[in-house]
């Protein structure tokens, strides 16, 4: 009888990349504590936190960080392990209700 146990992940050992848009302008000595996510602004006045996050729980964590320094969350994008989705696949992304 084999005594190894099967497991398995929703992502690979490198996580899977986001981009957390945000309204508001954060600068960029946030990035740290946010997970080393790099951030841009954009001209509407919208932060873009982008970067790859390990797991599920690493995401909750920077949401809620997110959350308490009260900034409203315009979208939540997932692009995969696999790369880059295009802007018109819409099944990654969670929208702010636009």
Not at 15 to 23: D, F, L, Q, S
Not at 34 to 51: A, V, Y
Request: include cysteine; hydrophobic fraction near 30%; glycine fraction near 14%.
């Amino acid at each position: 009888m084999d005594d190894k146990k099967t497991s398995f992940s929703l992502v690979d050992d490198n996580g899977i990349e986001y981009e957390i848009k945000i309204k508001g302008y954060l600068k960029d000595h946030w990035s740290d504590w946010l997970g080393g996510l790099e951030i841009t602004l954009d001209p509407e006045g919208n932060s873009r936190l982008c970067g790859i996050i390990p797991d599920q729980a690493a995401l909750h964590g920077i949401l809620a960080q997110i959350r308490d320094l009260g900034l409203p969350l315009i979208s939540l994008t997932s692009h995969g392990s696999k790369g880059r989705r295009t802007r018109d696949d819409r099944r990654g992304t969670i929208d702010g209700g636009r």
